[in-house]
């Protein structure tokens, strides 16, 4: 997710509706209807997460790069229990498509390559009509809260968020 003072999240509580959580950004650098690239979490483990893609029409690069990060950067604030702010560092490398699929499925999975207690890198493709479209290596570090990254804000935010994209129905 972007970063920095002009994109902010504030919220409060807990167990808050997508349309809640996602209401309540102030302000998106993108100019897009949201900052949230992933529409569903389809599953999930220790090493692996396989995500969709939110968009109904043929993506932006931008865009389909932007859910890689943030399909990776949840993954590592899942697997890091949600305790340290966890941002992107560096694309190592990333294979471009040719074309951008037209008003296709689009899946993201990322897969871990390597980790430290605060360093995470992950392989992750991009995948439309079951064949690999684009992917690249991804790597994330994370840092404590402190006062530019509030915990009391942002772990109960990405917790609500992870919630919300594991349980939320296609078909509803």
């Not at 993108?30 to 995500?51: E, Y």
């Not at 893609?53 to 932006?60: A, Q, R, V, Y």
């Not at 890198?121 to 991009?126: A, E």
Request: glycine share 4%; charged share 20%; with cysteine.
């Amino acid at each position: 997710m972007v970063s920095g003072d002009r994109t902010r999240h504030w919220l409060s509580g807990s167990r808050k509706g997508m349309a809640e959580i996602m209401s309540q950004t102030t302000m998106i650098n993108t100019g897009l209807a949201t900052n949230l690239m992933i529409r569903k979490i389809c599953n999930f483990d220790s090493s692996r997460i396989r995500a969709i893609l939110n968009t109904n029409n043929t993506p932006t690069l931008f865009v389909i790069l932007e859910a890689m990060a943030q399909t990776g950067a949840l993954h590592a604030r899942y697997c890091g229990d949600f305790q340290r702010h966890v941002f992107l560092v560096k694309v190592a490398h990333c294979i471009l498509p040719e074309h951008l699929p037209a008003n296709e499925a689009i899946n993201l999975q990322a897969d871990i390559q390597g980790k430290s207690d605060r360093s995470f890198s992950y392989r992750i493709q991009v995948q439309a009509r079951n064949d690999v479209i684009m992917e690249g290596d991804f790597w994330f570090s994370s840092i404590d809260y402190d006062e530019r990254f509030n915990a009391a804000v942002l772990q109960q935010y990405y917790r609500d968020l992870w919630t919300c994209l594991t349980s939320v129905s296609l078909t509803a």
